[in-house]
């Protein structure tokens, strides 16, 4: 059973996921460049101030929850690394969202030294981090996911082995277009509803009792009713995270039109600065080039109040 766990990347995901593994009496060690973030784990009974390294030397399985390919690699392989701890028989679960390609790669560098590895990417924003209601799709050999899956489901409620090494990432990256293209089509939608004269708050509302109904129009309609942009998931990194998909499209020989109109949308919210706003900011850039803004009446405020 595993008991020792090190958790390196306190970000908006790493952090409630860290705590959520305290709280299921994990002995945990963290890591990350953001001091705060590593004392606020601390304060929680987290023991931290540690390199990548020291925290992979006395863990079983070593959590990573970073930013993209290159910090994954750089954790893995850099100086001061999880690799140098030499430590077999320990798993490396990487909850990032990377290139598939690069999964693969990392998951045969661990290999050489004896430990493995799961790509576990998620779904389900800091609001399932934070309630270990995330929707986890992992990648990796059957027999490591079943020695992680107890741990996992502190977590996360939908955890799903998906296949062999890097099939998590194929698995995000499809979940990533799906949820893009619905920001897109919600967003349109109320754009829509909006330059034509109608409350798009009401036009939202009564689309949920509807086929159109979804988490998305729910959650981020709202947001872009509200004018709410304060990131819950970042423009940052789900522009990356198309990124990865056109360019394993790519090698693929494959044609997404549509990921490829959102990577374009991504590209201009960008421009606008919005790389750090909630990615319901999509609607932004609609809204610029319809010369509309997305708000509710102020009868609908009142009927909120």
Known sequence: ??????????????????????????????HDINRKAVDEAVGLGAKGDLSPKEVAASAEA??????????????ILGKGGILEAEKPGSVVVDMSTISPLTAKRMAE???????????????????????????????GKSEVFERMHPV???????????????????????????????IEA???????????????EKVRKALLGGYAQSRVLELHGRRMTDRNFEPGGKVRSHKK??????????????????TALLS???????????????????????????QTEVKKSAKSVEERA
């Open 1 to 30: 059973m595993i008991r020792r766990i090190g958790f390196i990347g306190l970000g908006l995901m790493g952090t409630p996921m860290a705590k959520n593994l305290l709280k299921a009496g994990y002995d945990l060690k963290v």
């Open 62 to 75: 070593i959590f990573l929850s970073l930013p993209g390919d290159s910090e994954v690699e750089e954790v």
């Open 109 to 139: 560098a661990l290999q050489k030294h004896g430990m493995e590895m799961l790509d576990a990417p998620v779904s389900g924003g800091q609001e399932g981090a934070r309630e270990g209601s995330l929707t986890i799709m992992v990648g």
């Open 152 to 182: 996992l489901q502190k977590l996360g409620k939908n955890v799903t082995h998906i296949g062999g090494h890097g099939a998590g990432q194929v698995a995000k990256a499809a979940n990533q277009i799906i949820v893009g293209l619905t």
């Open 186 to 200: 919600v967003a349109e939608a109320l754009v829509f509803a909006s330059k034509a004269g109608v409350d798009p």
């Open 241 to 258: 995270d198309i990124e990865i998909v056109m360019s394993v499209a790519r090698e693929l020989g494959m044609c997404l039109p549509g």
């Open 264 to 290: 374009h949308l991504w590209n201009a919210v960008a421009g606008q600065g919005g790389l750090d706003w909630d990615h319901s900011s999509l609607v932004k850039v609609l809204e610029m080039m319809s």
